[in-house]
C-alpha cells in the first residue's frame, strides 16, 4: 500500500547487512528483501476498505477517537477483529493489535520483531503498512507512541474484546500501561462490535468459507480411509489436520471419539482424542472445524468401521439424519431462527434427547445466534435469517438411555432465495476399514 514509515532504531539496509548478529538492530529490522518472492492470497483493496469503513462508522457512532482491535489463537477468537483487519492469524502470542484512529493510517503491533515480523508485512500488506513489533511484549507502550504521533493523548479510546464469548479484554499489564502513560485519555470498553459486523459476510469471505468447507469434506475423507483397526483417535487427528493444512487450511478444532457399537458410551466426540485403538464394530463420532484466511467452518458425520450394525442404522435413518433435515429445511431468508428450534422436537417426541445445542452461527468462527432445546440465543439483528449469514446446523440427538449419540452437522450460507452448503460430504454413514 504505502511506503512503510521507518521506525526508531530500524536501519537502512545497507547499514544493517553487516550487523545481523546483534540484537536491537536485527529485531528493528525494516525494509529489508527478505520474503519478497512469498505469496500470500490477500482480500481486495475494495474489500479491506469496506471492513474499515464499517468499523469507523461504529467509531462514529460511539464517539471514539480510537479503537483497540485485539486477536489471539484462541477458539473464540481465532484472530478476531485483528485478522479481519489485516489478514494475519496469531500463533505466538496472547494476542496481537491493531491501533485504528478515526482519522489517519492503523497501525498493526505484531508479537515479534526481527524476521518474524518482516514476514508478517508481507503477509498483511493488502491491508496495511505500519506493522511494528511488541518490543517483547510491550505492546500498550507501543500504541501510546502511536496516539502520541495522532495526537490522541486526551483521546477516547476504545477496546474491542480478545475473546468475545468469555468476555475478555486486554491484559491488566497493558491496559495499566495505558492509564500510566494517558492519564488524560478516556478509555471505553465495547462489547460485540466485531460479530455484528462480521453477521452479514461480503462475497469475498464467504469465498473463504466455502474453502473451509471444502477443507472440511478433505478432513472427513482422509478420516474415512485412515479408519482401519489398529489405527487410534490420535492417529484421524493426524490424518484431519494434515488434510486441512495441505489444501492451505488453519486447524480450528478436532473433536474426534469412538467407541463399540454394541457396547456404546458415547455421544459427542471426544475434545482431546486418545490413543485409544480403533477396532471392527466401532462407531466414530467427530465435529471437526478449518480455516481458511480467517474464516471457518464446520462439519460432523458418523463413520462406522465395518458396517453399521442394525441399532445405529436405525438411529440414524430414523432420527438423526430425518431431524437434521428438519431443520436444514427451515433456513432460508427470512424465517425466525425459532423454526429451528420447533424442528428440534422433532427428537424427544420421537422418544429420544439431545445435546442442548442444536445450531448456532459462525461469523469467524462460533458465535451466535445460538439455537437451544430450550430457547433462542440471539441479537436484534440476528433473531431472522438474511442472505450472507453463515450457519452451522448440528443436531446430536442421544438415546433415551444416554449411552449413545451420532452428531451430524453441516456448513450453510443463507442465500437470496434458501441455502447453500459449503460441502459435498454424502448424508449417510460413511463404511470404513
Known amino acids: 500500500m504505502n511506503v512503510q514509515p521507518r521506525m526508531p532504531g530500524a536501519m537502512p539496509w545497507d547499514d544493517l547487512k553487516g550487523r545481523l548478529d ?25 474489500e479491506y476498505a469496506r471492513r474499515y469503513a464499517l468499523l469507523r462508522a461504529k467509531m462514529r457512532d460511539e464517539k471514539l477517537d480510537a479503537v483497540v482491535v485485539p486477536g489471539g ?10 485478522t479481519w483487519l489485516t489478514g494475519h492469524w496469531e500463533w505466538h502470542a496472547l494476542c496481537c493489535y491493531v491501533l485504528v484512529p478515526l482519522e489517519g493510517d492503523p497501525t498493526m503491533i505484531y508479537s515479534m520483531g526481527g524476521t518474524h515480523c518482516e514476514a508478517v508485512r508481507r503477509v498483511v500488506s493488502g491491508a496495511l503498512s505500519d506493522v511494528r513489533n511488541s518490543r517483547g511484549g510491550k505492546y500498550a507502550q507501543v500504541m501510546v507512541e502511536r496516539l502520541r504521533e495522532l495526537k490522541l493523548e486526551r483521546g477516547r479510546i476504545g477496546f474491542l474484546e480478545v475473546d468475545p464469548r468469555h468476555l475478555d479484554y486486554l491484559p491488566v499489564n497493558q491496559y495499566e500501561t495505558f492509564r500510566k502513560e494517558l492519564p488524560d485519555a478516556q478509555f471505553v470498553f465495547t462489547h460485540g462490535w466485531m460479530h455484528e459486523l462480521l453477521s452479514i459476510h461480503s462475497a469475498e469471505e464467504l469465498d473463504c468459507v466455502r474453502v473451509a468447507g471444502k477443507l472440511c469434506q478433505d478432513a472427513m475423507e482422509a478420516m474415512v480411509a485412515r479408519a482401519k483397526p489398529g489405527a487410534t483417535e490420535i492417529h484421524l487427528r493426524a490424518a484431519a489436520g494434515a488434510a486441512i493444512l495441505e489444501g492451505g487450511g488453519d486447524i480450528d478444532f ?13 455421544v459427542f466426540g471426544n475434545p482431546r482424542p486418545s490413543n485409544r485403538m480403533l477396532k471392527k464394530g466401532d462407531i466414530i463420532n467427530m465435529e471437526l472445524a478449518a480455516g481458511y484466511r480467517g474464516y471457518t467452518a464446520q462439519i460432523g458425520s458418523p463413520i462406522t468401521v465395518g458396517p453399521p450394525n442394525e441399532m445405529v442404522r436405525k438411529f440414524w435413518s430414523e432420527i438423526t439424519l430425518p431431524g437434521y433435515l428438519r431443520m436444514a429445511k427451515e433456513i432460508k431468508p ?32 462460533t458465535d451466535g445466534p445460538h439455537v437451544f432445546c430450550e430457547h433462542v440465543e440471539a441479537e436484534h439483528f440476528e433473531k431472522v435469517f438474511k442472505p450472507g449469514m453463515v450457519f452451522m446446523a448440528e443436531p446430536n440427538p442421544i438415546s433415551a438411555d444416554g449411552q449413545f449419540g451420532i452428531f451430524l452437522g453441516h456448513t450453510f450460507i443463507v442465500t437470496e432465495t434458501g441455502h447453500e452448503v459449503v460441502d459435498k460430504f454424502p448424508l449417510e454413514i460413511a463404511v470404513a476399514g
Request: charged share 20%.
Open 334 to 365: 427470512g424465517n425466525s431462527l425459532e423454526t429451528i428450534r420447533e424442528a428440534g422436537k422433532f427428537f424427544r417426541d420421537n422418544g429420544v434427547q439431545s445435546r442442548p445445542i442444536h445450531a448456532h452461527g459462525i461469523d469467524i468462527i
Open 254 to 266: 478436532l473433536i474426534i471419539g469412538s467407541t463399540p457399537m454394541d457396547d456404546p458410551a458415547l
Open 73 to 82: 489463537p484462541s477458539h473464540w477468537s481465532f484472530g478476531g477483529g485483528m
Open 22 to 46: 546483534q540484537n536491537g538492530p536485527f529485531n528493528a529490522m525494516r525494509g529489508t528483501p527478505y520474503y519478497r518472492d512469498a505469496v500470500y492470497d490477500q482480500f481486495s483493496a475494495a
